[in-house]
């Protein structure tokens, strides 16, 4: 009999403690960010994004050679690039320059 009354008694105080718990949960007001939060769709992690990123097949690679053009531009697609050097052959573009504190020739 003791037994019996002892179970009970802790699954009174058990009880009673749940119902407290739930009294507290009960209270709590619920604000729109908590909505917000519950409704969200979930943010995949940078670690499984990586993971997907590398296991997806890579595009297509892109033709690295241009079409050059007659007057020497070079088109790349629907880009046409034109290198240009202002200055002539000979000039002092190629040469190197003097050693400090010496004259010019």
């Known amino acids: 009999m003791t037994r019996l009354a002892a179970f009970l008694g802790v699954l009174a105080v058990a009880g009673a403690s749940v119902a407290t718990a ?3 949960e009960a ?7 908590m909505l917000l939060n519950i409704l969200a769709p979930s943010v995949e ?3 499984a994004a990586f993971d ?11 033709r690295p050679e241009g079409e ?8 790349y697609g629907s880009l046409t690039m034109t290198v240009r050097n202002p200055c ?3 000039s002092g573009h190629y040469e190197p320059p ?7 020739k």
């Open 52 to 62: 997907r990123a590398m296991k997806e097949p890579a595009p297509a690679p892109r």
């Open 88 to 90: 002539p052959p000979g």
């Open 68 to 75: 050059v053009q007659a007057d020497g531009t070079v088109r």
């Open 27 to 33: 209270k709590t007001p619920i604000s729109g960010a």
């Open 22 to 24: 739930a009294a507290e």
């Open 45 to 47: 992690s940078r670690d």
């Open 98 to 104: 003097p050693l400090p504190g010496r004259a010019r």
